[in-house]
């Protein structure tokens, strides 16, 4: 049968029953658990955690699973979290420095920034080597007041999750986003060569129709559905960098 907890048992509370040498396991643990939840990190993405670097969205997990066990765990001794808590911190601090004074620990532990768009056109390439849909893509878009994909000459996804959108100073006609398609479906072209200019539904892409021919697939994406380009609309944050 177990022994009923001592309220404010002074040992417990601070030593608890573990041998000193538990304090170097302490730390060996620490820094086992903070590197691997860093690579499950840098695996799920920067825009998982927008808002914040990848280091201190680690600092606040790491913080609050060290302060909450000794909070009401009885059996988990006020020294060994505060052992814990101060390794988590001093780590922090460590790739801080480091991320500040090399890039390439900053690549490593924060990402590099994704090419998003380019000259009105989605780099498919791009979005599925790092597991983004063109969906997501077109959603970050609208909130920053984007209609038309003519509209922006390049957008980059940053380490910290956020997008920099850079537009053209006179907008080119593209693919329209705005109603999102899953309410208003763009109305698909059968024969992209039978048309002035087509726009790829895959990746936004105007192509002259002069150059295409019946049943064409896109060059940059590879998709066969094509609709007709609208021109953008120029309002008062064109030309804004």
Not at 39 to 47: A, C, K
Not at 151 to 162: I, N, R
């Amino acid at each position: 049968m177990d022994q009923p907890v001592v309220p404010f048992d002074v040992a417990r509370m601070f030593f608890g029953e573990a041998p000193s040498p538990f304090y170097l396991e302490i730390v060996v643990r620490t820094v086992i658990v903070y590197g691997y939840t860093l690579l499950l990190l840098r695996w799920i993405g920067g825009r998982s955690v927008a808002q914040l670097s990848m280091v201190e969205f680690l600092l606040v997990i790491a913080l609050g699973s060290a302060v909450g066990d000794a909070l009401f765990y009885p059996e988990v001794p006020l020294l060994h979290a505060m052992a814990a808590i101060t390794l988590v911190v001093g780590i922090n601090k460590a790739l801080d420095v480091a991320i500040a004074r090399w890039d390439r620990v900053k690549a490593m532990v924060d990402g590099r920034p994704i090419a998003l768009i380019a000259a009105g056109r989605v780099i498919c390439d791009e979005l599925g080597r790092h597991d983004m849909g063109l969906a997501e893509v077109m959603e970050m878009l609208r909130t920053r007041g984007v209609r038309n994909l003519g509209e922006v000459e390049h957008a980059f996804l940053e380490p910290g999750g956020t997008m920099s959108l850079f537009r053209f100073a006179t907008p080119q006609p593209g693919l329209s986003i705005m109603p999102p398609p899953e309410l208003a479906p763009p109305e698909p072209i059968s024969d992209p060569a039978s048309a002035a200019s087509a726009c790829c539904l895959g990746c936004g892409a105007v192509m002259p129709g002069a150059a295409m021919r019946t049943g064409a697939a896109c060059p940059h994406c590879g998709s066969r559905d094509w609709t007709l380009p609208e021109p953008a609309i120029p309002d008062r944050e064109a030309g804004t960098r």
